[in-house]
């Protein structure tokens, strides 16, 4: 925004999005914007703003960003805990798919739960090799709970791909357009680009709505 760096935010799930550009990247942003009373399950990356949100129905930190960070273990310092760790959390993946499947026992599902959990732990708390080995592994133990929370229901996703691809329309317009030059412009944008992809969600009419809304008409279901 006018030539200085500022952060786009997005939160979102099946029914909305919401965008907001702020200049600061810290957990002021959240409270700012998101609110500290969220009921909902929060999936995100491991961003220390996102980790201190609340969140009461708790948080799953996103696969694809952990298994990004194992397979650089794997390339770097060839650890073995990275290609274990790598193959478990894609097993379990696999397996939170099978448990929730309609008709499969509810008490093998918690066995398999605990399994997977029993695994986790070990996999967080035995002795390895390697620098950066060592640093990924002390952070999976620190956030161990947002591991597998997916696994704990069969609709919280493992990664956060949705809110990546909403950050790409912010991004399509920087290509284009080049920077902002006010805050104002900034902030008008980041208010229809979170109606147009709320509205897209939802199957309403994108530029029905947007007319509705200056007319001071549109009511959101």
Same mark, same amino acid.
């Given at each position: 925004?006018?030539? $200085?760096?500022?952060?786009?935010?997005?939160? $979102?799930?099946?029914?909305?999005?919401?965008?907001?550009?702020?200049?600061?990247?810290?957990?002021?942003?959240?409270?700012n914007y998101f609110g500290e009373n969220y009921s909902g399950t929060l999936v995100s990356? !491991?961003?220390?703003? $996102?980790?201190? %949100?609340?969140?009461?129905?708790? =948080?799953?930190? !996103? =696969?694809?960003?952990?298994?990004?960070?194992?397979?650089? !273990?794997?390339? %770097?310092?060839?650890?073995?805990?990275?290609?274990?760790?790598?193959?478990?959390? $894609?097993s379990s993946e696999k397996a939170r798919d099978h448990i929730w499947k309609d008709g499969f026992d509810p008490a093998v599902c918690a066995s398999v739960l605990r399994q997977y959990n029993n695994r986790l732990t070990h996999l967080i708390t035995h002795a390895?090799?390697?620098?950066e080995s060592c640093k990924l592994q002390k952070r999976f133990k620190k956030h161990q709970e947002k591991i597998l929370h997916f696994m704990t229901q069969s609709d919280i996703p493992f990664h956060n791909n949705a809110s990546e691809q909403a950050v790409r329309q912010a991004k399509v317009k920087k290509k284009v357009s080049g920077c902002f030059r006010s805050e104002a412009g900034a902030k008008r944008h980041a208010t229809?680009?979170?109606?147009?992809? %709320? !509205?897209?969600?939802?199957?309403?009419?994108?530029?029905?709505?947007?007319?509705?809304?200056?007319?001071?008409?549109?009511?959101w279901g």
């Open positions: 925004m006018n030539k $200085q760096k500022w952060w786009q935010w997005v939160w $979102q799930n099946t029914e909305g999005t919401y965008y907001a550009v702020d200049k600061r990247r810290g957990y002021q942003v959240v409270k990356d !491991c961003w220390s703003a $996102q980790n201190n %949100t609340l969140a009461t129905a708790g =948080h799953q930190l !996103c =696969h694809a960003h952990l298994l990004r960070d194992l397979i650089f !273990c794997i390339d %770097t310092e060839k650890s073995k805990w990275a290609y274990e760790m790598k193959v478990f959390l $894609q390895i090799q390697g620098t229809l680009l979170s109606i147009i992809e %709320t !509205c897209k969600k939802r199957n309403m009419d994108v530029f029905g709505s947007l007319k509705l809304l200056f007319q001071g008409e549109l009511v």
